[in-house]
């Protein structure tokens, strides 16, 4: 289980999580109030109507859950993982990227200062990112390539 994977998505998600979470709520005691009110009538009409009105409501939470979703595909998929040789490092404007040559595949991910500053180009790095968003959740220095060094 990738712990540390679902808490990076908890942590850049959680406004549009708790966004769900209080609409889910709200819709769901508007949905119970409507249909506890139609319930007390006798008329079918009213009845008919009270369903209407909650369908269009779940519709409104179906629909913000699929907007959810879009928007956060990597809840749905497992981590990526990559081994790699970084060809280069960038920054621009506090936009931190990398380039990792992993075999055939060139990978140009985003990742955070505080890891940018530890790295160097030409170093084997293991990293787990994001699928869609290709951010960098972790990465691991497996071997360091060594600068004039002889």
């Given amino acids: 289980m990738h712990i540390d994977y679902y808490l990076y998505l908890f942590k850049i998600s959680w406004p549009a999580l708790s966004g769900l979470f209080l609409v889910c709520i709200f819709i769901g005691i508007k949905c119970l109030s409507i ?58 404007a506090e936009q931190y990227t990398l380039t990792l040559r992993s075999g055939e595949e060139i990978l140009t991910l985003s990742i955070d200062a505080a890891a940018f500053h530890k790295l160097h180009k030409n170093d084997l790095v293991e990293v787990t990112y994001l699928h869609q968003k290709k951010e960098v959740v972790q990465c691991s220095v497996l071997t360091r390539q060594a600068d004039n060094f002889i």
């Avoid at 009110?37 to 909650?54: G, Y």
């Fill in 35 to 92: 249909l506890r009110k139609a319930l007390a009538e006798k008329n079918h009409f009213s009845k008919f109507l009270a369903a209407a009105k909650s369908l269009f409501l779940v519709l409104i939470v179906f629909i913000y859950a699929l907007m959810f979703m879009n928007y956060n595909q990597d809840w749905l998929n497992d981590p990526a993982i990559s081994k790699g040789v970084i060809e280069s490092l960038a920054a621009e």
